[in-house]
Antibody
Framework: EVQLLESGGGLVQPGGSLRLSCAASGFTFSSHAMNWVRQAPGKGLEWVSSISGSGAFTYYADSVKGRFSISRDNSKTTLYVQMNSLRAEDTAVYYC??????????WGQGTLVTVSS | QSALTQPASVSGSPGQSITISCTGSSSDVGGYNYVSWYQQHPGKAPKLMIYDVSNRPSGVSNRFSGSKSGNTASLTISGLQAEDEADYYCTSYTSTSTRVFGGGTKLTVL
């Protein structure tokens, strides 16, 4: 059974940093591109970042480029996003999702990040 | 990276059909057959309903169908059921290798 389990969310001050993790199981992790998608409270979905199966290729939304860094450890079957210079507008539930382009067939349950002083 | 345009809300009665549109540009929806639709119930993670414009994942009801014409993609739900009441989002691959979502459409089953 495919499972994606996010962790690392919490309360952080503006300008602070946080690293989210997404532990994957039930499939050959290195064979699949992975993604982060977020949803601010009461708002719609927003694509954040994607990474190829090998980790060689990464892509970012303009809203996070230069502040967020996506990575993966295929030996640990874990996806990460390092979030720096956090702003209030980064407050959201962050989901990890499996799949290429926009075909994301499995999603985690999400982890809440709150940026506030 | 402008968001794709979806109607904020649509509604229909049980048994009826509804269509949700998703309008982009030649740089996203019109330029690629990488358009997906997601269903999201309150407090839940999104669920893939349609991928590559018109393909249904295994397990998704055939009441859900997708299509595209020019820069506009559409999701049609036939034989509306109460359980279809949810938010629906389209998303597309773009010419800059990024991805973009629509603003979401709230479907109400009357």
């Amino acid at each position: 059974e495919v499972q994606l389990l996010e962790s690392g969310g919490g309360l952080v001050q503006p300008g602070g940093s946080l690293r989210l993790s997404c532990a994957a199981s039930g499939f050959t992790f290195s064979s699949h591109a992975m993604n982060w998608v977020r949803q601010a409270p009461g708002k719609g979905l927003e694509w954040v970042s994607s990474i190829s199966g090998s980790g060689a290729f990464t892509y970012y939304a303009d809203s996070v480029k230069g502040r967020f860094s996506i990575s993966r450890d295929n030996s640990k079957t874990t996806l990460y996003v390092q979030m720096n210079s956090l702003r209030a507008e980064d407050t959201a539930v962050y989901y990890c999702a499996r799949g290429p382009t926009v075909t994301w067939d499995y999603w985690g349950q999400g982890t809440l990040v709150t940026v506030s002083s | 990276q402008s968001a794709l345009t979806q109607p904020a809300s649509v509604s229909g009665s049980p048994g009826q059909s509804i269509t949700i549109s998703c309008t982009g540009s030649s740089s996203d929806v019109g330029g690629y057959n990488y358009v997906s639709w997601y269903q999201q119930h309150p407090g839940k993670a999104p669920k893939l309903m349609i991928y590559d414009v018109s393909n249904r994942p295994s397990g998704v009801s055939n009441r859900f169908s997708g299509s595209k014409s020019g820069n506009t993609a559409s999701l049609t739900i036939s034989g509306l059921q109460a359980e279809d009441e949810a938010d629906y989002y389209c998303t597309s691959y773009t010419s800059t290798s990024t991805r973009v979502f629509g603003g979401g459409t709230k479907l109400t089953v009357l």
